[in-house]
């Protein structure tokens, strides 16, 4: 949103910069509120390094009352102001149905890589999202050695993933 912060994004940031892991800074997008707010606010509180992830906005919810034209005509206004910005192309996040719903087929979306979360052991699922997909969520629960919580598990082949990148 336009106000909110992460009160654990600092810790969070010094602790993996001790990593060789990516970085992936992504705002929640909150469909009720002004989407260069949000951006503003999104840029406001991060900072971008070459080991990071391309912006990541975080589209998941649409409030009832309100049109599929201008969530779409939103969520556009908050890529192009990040991408005026910092000279980078974001990277839209959503889950399965919500991005084949209000994004799927619409070409203004097209130039942003695709991160899918679909929660799956099953190969098949998520070899159909891989086929469309640039990287996909399949776990929020992988243990990973020397972080004390479980983590968010991805995948992706090597050239989808380095459109992630800067």
């Known amino acids: 949103g336009k106000d909110s912060i992460d009160r654990n994004y600092l810790k969070h940031h010094e602790d993996i910069q001790k990593t060789d892991l990516l970085v992936g800074k992504y705002h929640y997008f909150r469909t009720y509120e002004d989407p260069i707010e949000q951006a503003k606010h999104y840029l406001k ?39 005026k910005e910092t000279g980078l ?42 086929a469309y997909a640039d990287m996909l969520q399949f776990t929020d629960t992988l243990y990973v050695k020397g972080i004390e919580k479980r983590v968010d598990g991805n995948k992706a082949t090597i050239e989808k993933f380095l459109r992630l990148l800067p």
């Open 45 to 83: 509180h991060t900072k971008f390094t070459e080991s990071d992830f391309r912006p990541i906005l975080d589209v998941e919810y649409k409030r009832k009352n309100r049109h599929a034209d201008s969530l779409r005509s939103d969520v556009k206004k908050w890529f192009d102001y990040v991408e």
């Open 89 to 130: 192309v974001g990277i839209l996040y959503s889950y399965r149905n919500f991005h084949k719903e209000f994004f799927m087929g619409y070409p203004e979306f097209d130039k942003y890589p695709l991160w899918i979360a679909r929660y799956t052991n099953d190969c098949e699922k998520i070899e159909e999202v891989m």
